[in-house]
T-cell receptor, first 116, second 116 residues
Framework: AQKVTQAQTEISVVEKEDVTLDCVYE???????LFWYKQPPSGELVFLIR??????QNEISGRYSWNFQKSTSSFNFTITASQVVDSAVYFC?????????????FGTGTRLTIIP | ETGVTQTPRHLVMGMTNKKSLKCEQH?????MYWYKQSAKKPLELMFV???????ENNSVPSRFSPECPNSSHLFLHLHTLQPEDSALYLC???????????????FGEGSRLTVL
């Protein structure tokens, strides 16, 4: 069975601070994908990143960076120099390789509030 | 037009009512999904349609009845709901449901349902 744990329910930081959102996963699949989604107040989830299990390179996209560590089954997300527009609920998700979207397992989300 | 549109955005209904949620995608995708988002719970996949055929019913009670007349439209018919069914219902689409594009879902803004 797959499981995604986001232990941080809510985080508040002052604007311009860096913040890291934690994600720990469990799976028996040897091939799998990890994702982060952002849900702003408007409601729709927005896809941020997909990482496959064979690619442990960290990725940076502007102020966003992701740290994938297979040894600790973690896929953490860091926002550098946070901005008010980053306020949202962030979801980590896991999909078993080859099973498609019907096996996408989401965490419970972390609500991030950036204080101006 | 936005990629995935859901109507209504808000719905209040009694337990004996019959109502429907509508989802329309303008992305040319072949797979569509219904998810349920309840407070402090992971997103729950309810139904998956691929090329208009239902490929997943995640043990959803029969009081929820999906309909997919074509690849662009998805409905969720509601009848004799319970108060615990109150939640945000999210529609999503993807190019297809296969693993190669797993996880890159495009979500609508959701329909906030309240059952009295």
């Amino acid at each position: 069975a797959q499981k995604v744990t986001q232990a941080q329910t809510e985080i508040s930081v002052v604007e311009k601070e860096d913040v890291t959102l934690d994600c720990v996963y469990e799976t028996r699949d040897t091939t799998y994908y990890l994702f982060w989604y952002k849900q702003p107040p408007s409601g729709e989830l927005v896809f941020l990143i997909r990482r496959n299990s064979f690619d442990e390179q960290n990725e940076i996209s502007g102020r966003y960076s992701w740290n994938f560590q297979k040894s600790t089954s973690s896929f953490n997300f860091t926002i550098t120099a946070s901005q008010v527009v980053d306020s949202a609920v962030y979801f980590c998700a896991l999909s078993g390789g080859g099973f498609g979207n019907e096996k996408l397992t989401f965490g419970t989300g972390t609500r991030l509030t950036i204080i101006p | 037009e936005t990629g995935v549109t859901q109507t209504p955005r808000h719905l209040v209904m009694g337990m004996t009512n019959k109502k429907s949620l509508k989802c329309e995608q303008h992305l040319g995708h072949n797979a569509m999904y219904w998810y349920k988002q309840s407070a402090k719970k992971p997103l729950e996949l309810m139904f998956v349609y691929n090329f208009k055929e239902q490929t997943e019913n995640n043990s959803v009670p029969s009081r929820f009845s999906p309909e997919c007349p074509n690849s662009s439209h998805l409905f969720l018919h509601l009848h004799t709901l319970q108060p615990e069914d109150s939640a945000l219902y999210l529609c999503a689409s993807s190019q297809d449901k296969l693993g190669g594009l797993a996880g890159e879902l495009f979500f609508g803004e959701g329909s906030r349902l309240t059952v009295l």
